[in-house]
């Protein structure tokens, strides 16, 4: 009895110690490297422990929503869609299997999460569908990737809330170059009065912040957000287009 109970102790510690470790190691990362650079090592990180987790968990209810509100909100098997920073596919899968073959593109600064998703197309019989899965090798948002083309719909769920301002503006700068008159991109963004960083990668904003940015480039914004109540943690919606 004393031995099972000094075993157990002895394994809630090295677990503590272990979670401390890795703790420490993750802050270290947000201090010592360029903020895109620790972001896509801890999404690796995360990534090993845990592919469903790793990009913010609720993986059939995320997956779904996001899924269900941008069909509701038009789009068509026959769009050519982009999924920004599109994580280990939790909505990719449902827009690969809906989209006609080829229409679906997804870019990710993370390799293991890209590395997974294409594992995931695999086991979900899904190669046939021949999605386009990219690493962003410069953790840019120049969308250098896919000069020349045009998408119809865009997304960047769950995506801005762990980006940011100079990261944004650079995606609004450049966005524009592979969107037509009639494309929409929508993105979520956790909101706030005023600007804050909540934690080591999570960012609010107020709604002015896109706005101006809006203005800026040329884009027209609409708020969606009643339209996507059922976020779990309530992030909000956009609908961004070309003014
Ligand atoms: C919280 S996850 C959401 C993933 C996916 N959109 C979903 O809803 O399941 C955010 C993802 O955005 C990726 N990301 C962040 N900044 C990016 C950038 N500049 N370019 C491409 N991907 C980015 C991260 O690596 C991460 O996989």
Redesign the pocket.
Known sequence: MRKTILSLFKRIFKRLRSTSKYKEHIKKLYEEKDY?EA??EH?NLRVERSPHKA??GRWEM??NL?FDFLVKNGLKPQHIML??????L??GRHFIRYLNTGNYSG????HK?IEYGKQLVQEESLLDKHPRLLV?KN???NFAEFDGEIFDYLL????F???KPE?IEECFQHIGHIMKLDSVFFFTFNKAFKFKQTSLKGFRYPFSFFESLADRYGFRLEDYSNEYKHHPTGQHVVKMIKK
């Open positions: 895109l972001y896509s999404t990009i913010g995320m997956g996001q999924d920004i920073g599109c994580g280990t939790r909505g870019i990710d600064i993370s999460a962003s953790k840019d948002l960047a769920q769950s995506v809330t762990h980006l990261h």
